[in-house]
């Protein structure tokens, strides 16, 4: 069985692994995003009634940290429950090359990002 969720865009994937309960808690999800077989960012997401995520949990360190070993962007996203806007935030040095300040984009803007990190990636 699957434990990850499969989104197609256009030529782009993204991966999110199904939240899995550890103890009490229910472990919440990231996602990568892989272009042409390549991972090109990893995002942490909160839906928009939800608290934003912070930089300093540990859930979030730990994703930094892969992300920055794999020499890929890192983004903390909150997003509207209908999809019209994301609030991006870098989440490591790589991605302040892409949103050097926090911003909020639409979804084509979105689109957009995943794709100048996935032709990034392939220089």
């Given at each position: 069985m699957n434990d990850t969720a499969i989104v197609q865009i256009d030529d782009l994937t993204v991966e999110k692994p199904r939240p899995r309960p550890v103890g009490r808690?229910?472990?919440?999800?990231?996602?990568?995003?892989?272009?042409?077989?390549?991972?090109?960012?990893?995002?942490?997401?909160?839906?928009?009634?939800?608290?934003?995520?912070?930089?300093?949990?540990?859930?979030?360190?730990?994703?930094?940290?892969?992300a920055t070993h794999t020499r890929v962007p890192f983004f903390l996203v909150q997003y509207a429950a209908d999809f019209l806007w994301y609030d991006v935030v870098a989440g490591n040095e790589i991605a302040l090359t892409f949103i050097p300040v926090p911003a909020r984009l639409t979804e084509p803007d979105w689109i957009d990002l995943f794709d100048r990190c996935a032709d990034a990636k392939s220089v």
């Open positions: 808690r229910v472990t919440s999800a990231f996602s990568t995003l892989v272009k042409n077989g390549n991972v090109v960012g990893v995002v942490k997401f909160a839906r928009e009634n939800k608290p934003s995520v912070s930089p300093e949990h540990p859930e979030v360190r730990q994703l930094r940290e892969m």
